[in-house]
């Protein structure tokens, strides 16, 4: 389906952005598993995104759109259309009217963290450590325990394959870990409401959290964050840990002995790995608990 001669008409629309052929996903995920991106693009400005998508749909080609790439797995291990990631153009900050924070939606979750404790501005440190981009953090309404992002957006700007627009929090639908933006809709910058607070406090804050995540989450092998949703009023990794599956692994994808929430790459996983051992927790929770654990992840099936 993509082509070279495919690959040089987008070129030849004007598209300034990176373009990259049967790219490697394990590069973009932090899972490590993948595949390949039969065309992989990094558009870097808006006229790119309209130009892009406009030619993709004309063809008939499908596509996706990633940020981190540290929620999404992708079923088939690999996609046949195109991976869309906003490029470093969409990434800049600023502090506005002293309180707050434009941020481009591919900025990282802890550079806009870093710069709101910089700038001495309170609300983000519930977010700390969250890895990720500030666009898939709103899409997914990423938090914590202590709050979640939908806290302080105050409206995001979107595409949303025709128009591109200011949509107020309001709209945007916030619930556990989920917003009701459209996958066809791109969110290209976020507008903070911060407090103004003291670079020290922000940060003692923000250190305070990141200790008690190290305490609680694995860390040092890659992962896709919590794999299944808490049910309401439950947590997901008590049920499967008092199910006995920490520890629990299908080839190198491995339930984690630290998180039993966490589904870990042990080295050389596949999705395949990853998507049975999902199966197997699933089911075996289900049988003991008589709870169906849905996904928190995102799997792209193409
Ligand atoms: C070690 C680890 C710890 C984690 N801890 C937490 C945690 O404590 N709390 C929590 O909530 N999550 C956590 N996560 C999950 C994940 O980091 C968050 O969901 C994160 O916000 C996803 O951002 P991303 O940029 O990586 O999005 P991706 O994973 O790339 O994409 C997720 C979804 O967002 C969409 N998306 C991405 N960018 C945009 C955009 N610009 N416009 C519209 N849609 C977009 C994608 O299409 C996709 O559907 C953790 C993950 C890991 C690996």
Known sequence: MITAPLVRKIRKRGFLGDLRES???????YLKTGGLAALFAIPESTEDIIELLEFLKL????WVLLGGGTNVVFANG?????VVRLGRRFARMKVEDGSVLLTGAAATLTGAIEASAAYGLAGMECLAGIPGTVGGAVFMNAGTREGEISDVIREVRVFDGEDIHWLPAEKLGFSYRSSNLPETHIILEARLGLALSTEE????????LKEKRKETQPSGLPSAGCWFRNPEGDSAGRLIDE??????RVGNAQVSEVHANFLVNLGGATTAD???????VRGTVHKRFGVMLQEEVRVIHE
């Open 23 to 29: 790219e490697p996903l394990s590069r973009h995920l």
């Open 59 to 62: 063809e008939g080609v499908p």
């Open 78 to 82: 690999g996609y046949p259309g195109c």
């Open 201 to 208: 406090e922000v940060r003692s804050r923000i250190q305070v």
């Open 243 to 248: 199910a006995g599956m920490k520890g629990v």
């Open 274 to 280: 990853f998507l049975t051992l999902a199966e197997k």
